[in-house]
């Protein structure tokens, strides 16, 4: 095994490829997200926002006249006739099947996540895509972020070696206001936060042989269905891997001193630990961190990790792309693989609903 150095951690990946010819991108949906991840993204990277469409015409006019965008659509289905275009769907889960659904054959398509409502949805948007031939992803985008690439390069250069340990713990205040959908769901945490996690673990560890979850409330948060989780995934006798997710930590009555967003890999060869600097204080956030030590290498932080928003969306629109035209190999977010991470997310909400084992008396 060759050694390393700081500097081979120092120097890891942490961007995807443009693709050689951008193709421009139609939004559908003109929520937060797109307003703070998807067109920062896109304007950074070079990418082209040529249409917009929302039912709230307002939102979509105010969203034009900041990015430049040269057409503001006033129904969807004027929006959705070209298949020169990507067509970036960022509505939330209940609208999504309905939009698929008006999709032209053979377009290309980027799908906000969850998959749907429901696994029945999830399955049911997978068949639609492939019927019409759509070259669809969803926006499972953590693994795409800087830090996320760098913790992969790492691991297919060996510098973890066998993963014995992943972790990932958040006690964050998260501004759930910024969601108003969300007060609708029956299910909140999960399908909508830890869901990029289970899906990045995925990526890492394969797939789980079973799940626990316990998903609370919360008395300041009484208009959510839950906004706290404990999760297990078991991968056998080898592997400890575990999610402990609280984001009602009051920083308005304690500060942020002991708030804290992070994961944790440990392996035969070294170890990663990866700081969510955007969870703090978020949407304001703090700078993102990488450090890893591996064969006698002390902890050494990576450079260039960027920020989880906007900087993974620009990983998964280049995937999408170079994907549609030859340029990569693999969809990494794709339909199917998405799919996967869907039966994972719903297996911890049976789990939710279901009692734990009883104390014996």
Not at 56 to 79: G, T
Not at 131 to 157: G, H, W, Y
Not at 213 to 241: M, T
Not at 302 to 328: K, Y
Request: hydrophobic residues 35%.
């Amino acid at each position: 095994m060759m050694p390393i150095s700081s500097e081979d951690i120092k120097n890891l990946n942490t961007s995807w490829p443009l693709p050689k010819n951008k193709k421009p991108i139609i939004l559908i949906g003109a929520g937060g997200i797109v307003n703070d991840a998807h067109l920062p993204a896109y304007k950074k990277s070079g990418f082209e926002a040529q249409g917009i469409y929302d039912p709230i015409k307002e939102k979509a006019e105010k969203l034009a006249e900041e990015y430049k965008i040269k057409q503001v659509f006033s129904n969807i289905n004027d929006a959705i006739l070209d298949n020169n275009v990507v067509y970036d769907i960022a509505v939330p889960p209940s609208e999504l099947l309905s939009v698929v659904k008006k999709l032209p054959n053979n377009s290309v398509a980027l799908l906000q996540k969850p998959m749907g409502n429901s696994l029945e949805e999830a399955k049911e948007i997978k068949n639609i895509v492939k019927e019409k031939s759509i070259t669809a992803a969803v926006n499972l985008q953590l693994k795409f972020s800087p830090m996320m690439l760098a913790v992969r390069d790492a691991i297919d250069k060996k510098f973890i070696g066998e993963i014995t340990e992943l972790e990932i713990c958040l006690s964050v205040g998260t501004p759930w206001h910024l969601w108003p959908f969300l007060k609708d769901l029956n299910n909140v945490e999960v399908p909508l936060h830890s869901i990029h996690y289970i899906d990045w673990i995925r990526s890492v560890l394969g797939e789980p042989k079973s799940v626990y979850c316990k998903s609370v409330k919360h008395p300041n948060h009484l208009s959510l269905s839950d906004c706290r989780s404990s999760i297990i995934l078991d991968y056998g006798e080898k592997i400890r891997c575990c999610l402990s997710l609280n984001h009602t930590h009051n920083t308005e009555f304690h500060g942020l001193k002991h708030s804290h967003a992070y994961a944790r890999l440990e392996g035969q060869n070294g170890a990663a630990y990866i700081k969510f600097g955007l969870l703090l204080n978020y949407p304001k956030g703090e700078p993102e961190e990488v450090e890893i030590s591996s064969r006698g290498v002390e902890w050494t932080k990576v450079n260039n990790v960027g920020s989880w928003f906007p900087d993974a969306f620009i990983g998964t629109m280049s995937n999408l792309q170079r994907f549609a035209v030859g340029e990569d190999e693999k969809l990494l977010h794709s339909i199917d693989d998405s799919y996967n991470t869907m039966t994972v997310v719903y297996a911890c909400l049976k789990s939710n609903s279901e009692p734990g084992t009883p104390i014996p008396s």
